[in-house]
């Protein structure tokens, strides 16, 4: 597995000739935390990882320190003879010691690019190293309980960055602090299957809330894909809120307010008056408007005059017999429309006297009889 460490450096100096030389705390031992996620165990929101001092100070891993090439930034790929001159920018040197917990390593930067920018304020270091990951739970000596056991540490460069997963205290030139680390990469072999040594993967800068921070290719993706559910999450929410939106406005279009209640109610009592006064037996219980038109007209045309005819005609013809209803009689058009009978006996003395002039009148152009 790849990590990179966050390291403390102190005694930094230049030399007569211009390099710079510094002093780097690069390891301790004990229990260091890590995002489950950036060790291929997303499911562990953190994993506890023990170093013990057997593999700390093992004559491997101190022979590992020495020598190992200075970056500025981490390459993208593991640091060998091949690619040396392309990311190196100076060395540790051999003079490896543990100090207390701690794991010492002195570095030389050589190059006067890189020492401008350390000088200029890109003062923290991160160590790069691979190591295996045995997940086996216990518990240390000194009663602290750990996930994973961390064992064949080899470290493999030294990188000057901007800022170090550790912060702003972990820097070049300040007094010793203690260590911290964060891994670099994923669980992969020690051993690259085609050229059948060491590789490294490579890091990602990415923003979080405004902060840059460097992950492994992994830990990037995971976070990418956590934030696209987020934002899908969110735009279902969304989603959902317009189509509540929507059914709410339809609801509010559907209610009646309290005048077209009145008034529909008003609309039907007058149907329902009206198929009585037209039809006496007609029932209109639970009957629809057009359904009452329809068995008006059925009362008094019967069940022919609407047989497969539209609900537009039967509303018309219902039409046509509310028009009769509502036409008022016209009575002295009712008394003549037969004529004037002479002989019609009227129950008043006004009426007889009506008679007798309409006698005297047909009969003046009459001769009067002689004497």
Same mark, same amino acid.
């Given at each position: 597995?790849?990590?990179?460490?966050?390291?403390?450096?102190?005694?930094?100096?230049?030399?007569?000739?211009?390099?710079?030389?510094?002093?780097?705390?690069?390891?301790?031992?004990?229990?260091?935390?890590?995002?489950?996620?950036?060790?291929?165990?997303?499911?562990?929101?953190?994993?506890?990882?023990?170093?013990?001092?057997?593999?700390?100070?093992?004559?491997?891993?101190?022979?590992?320190?020495?020598?190992?090439?200075?970056?500025?930034?981490?390459?993208?790929?593991?640091?060998?003879?091949?690619?040396?001159?392309?990311?190196?920018?100076?060395?540790?040197?051999?003079?490896?010691?543990?100090?207390?917990?701690?794991?010492?390593?002195?570095?030389?930067?050589?190059?006067?690019?890189?020492?401008?920018?350390?000088?200029?304020?890109?003062?923290?270091?991160?160590?790069?190293?691979?190591?295996?990951?045995?997940?086996?739970?216990?518990?240390?000596?000194?009663?602290?309980?750990?996930?994973?056991?961390?064992?064949?540490?080899?470290?493999?460069?030294?990188?000057?960055?901007?800022?170090?997963?550790?912060?702003?205290?972990?820097?070049?030139?300040?007094?010793?602090?203690?260590?911290?680390?964060?891994?670099?990469?994923?669980?992969?072999?020690?051993?690259?299957?085609?050229?059948?040594?060491?590789?490294?993967?490579?890091?990602?800068?990415?923003?979080?809330?405004?902060?840059?921070?460097?992950?492994?290719?992994?830990?990037?993706?995971?976070?990418?894909?956590?934030?696209?559910?987020?934002?899908?999450?969110? %735009? =279902?929410?969304?989603?959902?809120?317009? $189509? *509540? !939106?929507? #059914?709410?406005?339809? @609801?509010? +279009?559907?209610?009646?307010?309290?005048?077209?209640?009145?008034?529909?109610?008003?609309?039907?009592?007058?149907?329902?008056?009206?198929?009585?006064?037209?039809?006496?037996?007609?029932?209109?219980?639970?009957?629809?408007?057009?359904?009452?038109?329809?068995?008006?007209?059925?009362?008094?045309?019967?069940?022919?005059?609407?047989?497969?005819?539209?609900?537009?005609?039967?509303?018309?013809?219902?039409?046509?017999?509310?028009?009769?209803?509502?036409?008022?009689?016209?009575?002295?058009?009712?008394?003549?429309?037969?004529?004037?009978?002479?002989?019609?006996?009227?129950?008043?003395? %006004? =009426?007889?006297?009506?008679?007798?002039? $309409? *006698? !005297?009148? #047909?009969?003046?152009? @009459?001769? +009067?009889?002689?004497?």
């Amino acid at each position: 597995m790849n990590f990179t460490d966050i390291v403390t450096v102190a005694g930094t100096r230049r030399t007569g000739d211009g390099y710079l030389v510094a002093d780097a705390r690069i390891a301790r031992t004990g229990i260091q935390s890590y995002a489950g996620a950036e060790i291929g165990r997303p499911e562990m929101p953190s994993v506890r990882i023990y170093r013990p001092g057997g593999e700390v100070f093992s004559e491997d891993t101190l022979k590992s320190a020495a020598h190992r090439p200075v970056t500025n930034e981490h390459p993208p790929e593991m640091v060998t003879s091949e690619n040396w001159k392309k990311y190196a920018v100076g060395q540790t040197g051999d003079e490896i010691t543990g100090e207390g917990i701690f794991l010492r390593v002195p570095l030389m930067v050589s190059d006067e690019e890189a020492i401008q920018d350390i000088e200029s304020g890109k003062q923290e270091l991160s160590a790069g190293y691979v190591c295996d990951v045995d997940f086996t739970a216990g518990v240390t000596p000194t009663g602290e309980a750990y996930d994973a056991i961390q064992r064949n540490i080899r470290i493999n460069h030294i990188a000057i960055v901007r800022r170090g997963r550790a912060g702003s205290k972990v820097r070049i030139g300040d007094a010793a602090a203690p260590w911290g680390c964060s891994p670099l990469a994923a669980p992969r072999p020690l051993f690259d299957d085609k050229q059948n040594k060491e590789g490294m993967m490579p890091t990602k800068t990415i923003m979080v809330d405004g902060i840059e921070i460097e992950v492994s290719d992994q830990a990037a993706e995971i976070i990418t894909t956590l934030r696209q559910r987020l934002a899908d999450a969110e %735009a =279902s929410h969304q989603k959902a809120v317009a $189509v *509540r !939106d929507a #059914e709410l406005d339809t @609801l509010k +279009a559907a209610l009646l307010d309290e005048a077209e209640v009145e008034r529909r109610a008003e609309a039907r009592a007058d149907l329902i008056g009206l198929a009585k006064a037209i039809a006496g037996n007609v029932q209109t219980s639970g009957l629809s408007d057009a359904a009452i038109r329809k068995a008006v007209v059925i009362a008094k045309a019967g069940e022919g005059a609407v047989h497969g005819r539209s609900e537009a005609y039967i509303d018309a013809r219902f039409d046509m017999l509310a028009e009769g209803l509502r036409k008022k009689p016209d009575l002295f058009a009712d008394a003549i429309k037969d004529g004037i009978n002479p002989t019609q006996t009227f129950p008043s003395l %006004a =009426s007889a006297a009506y008679v007798a002039m $309409v *006698r !005297d009148l #047909e009969s003046a152009h @009459l001769a +009067a009889n002689p004497t």
